[in-house]
């Protein structure tokens, strides 16, 4: 019997083009997809409960593992069974479908080069800087792919940072955060090359914890506040033409630290793949069960304090536009452009469910699939490639709405993980209203807790008058000790600059309140109507507690001569943020039947009565 430490078998020979293993380094960003076989794991041990051995240093953690991404990997059934794994690789049978939007991967800045080499194999280079002349187009190479950071303002002013961070508890007391050092503590930066008009490459500044006294969590009152913006350019004139942004990814999270001699700080460095000798890009002495690791620490996530709302302060180069995407709940917006290519975004929000919908399963059993689009289907043709392994997709990519509802009959009516999450990110497809109504800096932010949602920010259906908006995730939570019958409730928020609002509807006033359309899959629909409230130059809603697993979200404003209702403030600032709009409850319909009895049943979370069963 192989011994604790020993690789299980089948090991991949080689990760499939464009894998990016769950794991720092490589592109996609935090969120992106991922699409690898299932990692080599350690034997004689369960992989991610406490005290399993961790890769490469010897640590052993006495914490479970801290992202959700890592568990599902562990939850293959091939990794839990290493003894039923075939002898060939291209014989594994499970594979895991996933959507996930938490943390996956630790934010550390670095750029690369890379060109190809010929079929399909990419040649790849780290660099110092975006100017780095080692990685200049006439080396040959074809893409510069910059991982800028988000710091702490304080230390590093030109560039995307954090300027506040301040607890709101239950009592509306406020304890605002101190920053206590950048982490990795040596984390070696870059400067970008951001201009006045807020064009360019973010420099590579690190993650900061923060410290929030009194937080009421746990003895540990520390956070890890940070994320990537990620941006591309191609050779244009002998040169790097304009950067592309790719991503905008930040994230708050509580945390607390276990020490060891162990572990060591993470870098990028470069390896020579084992397949076919190119060179590509790595991250050394990263620990998978950390959330984040440096030298002699690792981060886990904890539990947010309950009922604990965080107003964070942004600073984002404004050539991040548009609507922002969020894992918030009940969030408040305000948007403040600032000197030298930069806006100031405040967000007042607590915490949001993150549904994590996904399951393995046995290839031999499913059928040929049929995705809607090359979008939605791409990213599992490695899946049927005879490869196994697994693909978690970011909720929010183009496709990803479609390919979860072909997943959906197989995933069952549970979902895999739900964690608590405080995200924001940019939208990652472009909204077509946005060619009428053009947007200067960030307009808009929508919050969901769905498993899948729109990959654009709700569309104006000029037919009907109204934002439409799409979610998806499993109708129950985790399967957890043979049962669940709690059911997933979700919540949306939608917070729109005033600019954005009398664009799209041609009001010269801003309206009083909102009609929210809630159709479900099944073509049910309810109806609510919740008050508006506005400050400054923005306007909030909400709608709670509907059922998954696929509805359509309306947003219809009410034309009336009110005008929205104007939050009160003790502060004279046009960009206070508002307290977020209360809505009504939304009342949502079941069938329930015993025998030959069928009842109807309304509610905010209607159930069925003592002996029937929902139909």
Same mark, same amino acid.
């Given at each position: 019997?192989?011994?604790?430490?020993?690789?299980?078998?089948?090991?991949?020979?080689?990760?499939?083009?464009?894998c990016?293993?769950?794991g720092?380094?490589?592109?996609?960003?935090?969120?992106?997809?991922i699409?690898?076989?299932?990692p080599?794991?350690?034997?004689?041990?369960?992989?991610?409960g406490?005290?399993?051995?961790?890769?490469?240093?010897?640590?052993?953690?006495?914490?479970?593992?801290?992202?959700?991404?890592?568990?599902?990997?562990?939850a293959s059934?091939q990794?839990?069974?290493?003894?039923?794994?075939?002898?060939?690789?291209?014989?594994?049978?499970?594979?895991?479908?996933?959507?996930?939007?938490s943390?996956r991967?630790?934010?550390?800045?670095?750029?690369?080069?890379?060109?190809?080499?010929?079929s399909?194999?990419?040649?790849?280079?780290l660099?110092s800087?975006?100017?780095d002349?080692?990685?200049?187009?006439?080396?040959?190479?074809?893409?510069?792919?910059?991982?800028?950071?988000i710091g702490?303002?304080?230390?590093?002013?030109?560039?995307?940072?954090?300027?506040?961070?301040t607890?709101?508890?239950?009592?509306?007391?406020?304890?605002?955060?101190?920053?206590?050092q950048?982490?990795?503590?040596?984390?070696?930066?870059?400067?970008?090359?951001?201009?006045?008009?807020?064009?360019?490459?973010?420099?590579?500044?690190?993650?900061?914890?923060?410290?929030?006294?009194?937080?009421?969590g746990?003895t540990?009152?520390?956070?890890?506040?940070?994320?990537?913006?990620?941006?591309?350019?191609?050779?244009?004139?002998?040169?790097w033409?304009?950067?592309?942004l790719?991503q905008f990814?930040?994230?708050?999270?509580?945390v607390?630290?276990?020490?060891?001699?162990?572990?060591?700080q993470?870098?990028?460095?470069?390896q020579?793949?084992?397949?076919?000798?190119?060179t590509?890009?790595?991250?050394?002495n +990263?620990?998978?069960?950390?959330l984040a690791?440096?030298?002699?620490?690792?981060?886990h996530?904890?539990?947010?304090?309950?009922?604990s709302?965080?107003?964070v302060?942004?600073?984002?180069?404004?050539?991040?536009?548009?609507?922002?995407?969020?894992?918030?709940n009940?969030?408040?917006?305000?948007?403040?452009?600032?000197?030298?290519?930069?806006?100031?975004?405040?967000?007042?929000?607590?915490?949001?469910?993150?549904?994590?919908a996904?399951?393995?399963?046995?290839r031999?059993?499913?059928?040929?699939?049929?995705?809607p689009s090359e979008?939605?289907?791409?990213?599992y043709?490695?899946?049927?490639?005879?490869?196994?392994?697994?693909?978690?997709?970011?909720p929010?990519?183009?496709g990803?709405l479609?390919?979860?509802?072909?997943?959906a009959?197989?995933?069952?009516?549970?979902?895999f993980?739900?964690?608590?999450t405080?995200?924001?990110?940019?939208?990652?497809?472009?909204?077509?209203?946005?060619?009428?109504c053009?947007?200067?800096?960030?307009?808009?932010?929508?919050?969901?807790?769905?498993?899948?949602?729109?990959?654009?920010?709700?569309?104006?259906?000029?037919?009907?008058?109204?934002?439409?908006?799409?979610?998806?995730?499993?109708?129950?939570q985790?399967y957890?000790?043979?049962?669940?019958?709690?059911?997933?409730?979700?919540?949306?928020?939608?917070?729109?600059?005033? +600019?954005?609002?009398?664009?799209?509807?041609?009001?010269?006033k801003l309206?009083?309140s909102?009609?929210?359309?809630?159709?479900?899959?099944?073509?049910?629909?309810?109806?609510?109507?919740?008050?508006?409230?506005?400050?400054?130059d923005w306007?909030?809603?909400?709608a709670?507690?509907?059922?998954?697993?696929?509805p359509?979200?309306?947003?219809?404003?009410?034309?009336?001569?009110?005008?929205?209702?104007?939050?009160q403030?003790s502060?004279?600032?046009?960009?206070?943020?508002a307290?977020?709009a209360?809505s009504?409850?939304?009342?949502?319909?079941?069938?329930?039947?015993?025998g030959?009895?069928t009842k109807?049943?309304t509610?905010?979370?209607?159930?069925?009565?003592?002996g029937?069963?929902?139909?």
């Open positions: 019997a192989p011994a604790v430490g020993d690789i299980c078998p089948p090991p991949p020979a080689s990760a499939p083009p464009g990016t293993p769950p720092p380094g490589g592109a996609p960003p935090p969120g992106g997809p699409n690898c076989p299932p080599p794991q350690p034997c004689g041990a369960l992989p991610g406490a005290g399993a051995p961790m890769m490469g240093s010897g640590f052993q953690s006495k914490y479970p593992k801290s992202r959700s991404v890592d568990l599902f990997s562990d059934p990794i839990q069974n290493p003894g039923s794994a075939p002898p060939n690789p291209s014989q594994i049978d499970y594979v895991g479908v996933g959507w996930d939007s943390l991967l630790q934010s550390i800045p670095y750029i690369k080069a890379e060109k190809n080499i010929g399909g194999v990419r040649e790849e280079a660099c800087n975006p100017t002349a080692a990685c200049h187009p006439s080396k040959g190479w074809t893409t510069l792919y910059v991982s800028g950071g702490n303002c304080a230390a590093s002013s030109n560039s995307a940072c954090v300027e506040s961070i607890l709101i508890k239950p009592d509306k007391s406020e304890v605002v955060a101190k920053a206590l950048k982490f990795p503590k040596e984390q070696i930066e870059f400067p970008g090359t951001i201009d006045s008009k807020g064009v360019g490459f973010a420099p590579g500044v690190a993650s900061w914890v923060w410290q929030i006294d009194g937080d009421g746990s540990s009152n520390e956070y890890l506040a940070g994320g990537v913006v990620i941006s591309t350019a191609r050779p244009m004139a002998g040169a033409g304009a950067p592309e790719i990814y930040f994230e708050l999270t509580p607390l630290r276990e020490t060891s001699p162990l572990i060591k993470p870098v990028p460095t470069t020579k793949s084992p397949t076919n000798g190119a590509e890009i790595t991250f050394a +990263s620990e998978s069960g950390c690791n440096d030298t002699g620490v690792c981060l996530r904890r539990a947010f304090p309950a009922d709302r965080y107003k302060v942004l600073q984002i180069p404004r050539t991040i536009t548009g609507w922002l995407n969020g894992r918030l009940s969030p408040s917006v305000s948007s403040t452009p600032l000197a030298g290519g930069f806006d100031r975004i405040t967000i007042e929000a607590g915490p949001s469910e993150n549904i994590f996904g399951k393995w399963l046995k031999s059993t499913l059928p040929a699939l049929k995705f979008q939605s289907g791409r990213p043709e490695q899946l049927f490639a005879g490869k196994g392994g697994m693909m978690v997709e970011d929010g990519r183009d990803t479609d390919a979860y509802n072909v997943w009959p197989y995933l069952g009516d549970y979902a993980a739900i964690n608590q405080w995200t924001v990110s940019n939208a990652l497809v472009a909204n077509p209203a946005e060619r009428r053009p947007s200067k800096g960030v307009v808009g932010v929508v919050a969901t807790n769905a498993s899948a949602y729109s990959a654009t920010a709700p569309v104006y259906n000029s037919d009907t008058g109204t934002l439409d908006y799409k979610v998806a995730a499993p109708h129950f985790p957890i000790d043979g049962k669940s019958e709690k059911e997933n409730l979700g919540t949306y928020g939608l917070s729109m600059a005033s +600019s954005q609002v009398k664009c799209l509807y041609g009001m010269d309206p009083s909102a009609s929210i359309s809630i159709t479900s899959s099944d073509g049910k629909e309810n109806v609510s109507t919740v008050q508006l409230k506005s400050a400054g306007i909030y809603l909400e709670k507690n509907f059922t998954f697993s696929a359509t979200l309306k947003i219809k404003l009410n034309q009336s001569s009110a005008p929205a209702t104007t939050n403030s502060s004279s600032s046009s960009n206070q943020s307290a977020p209360k009504a409850p939304v009342k949502m319909s079941i069938t329930c039947v015993k030959k009895i109807k049943v509610g905010t979370s209607p159930k069925c009565p003592a029937f069963k929902k139909r």
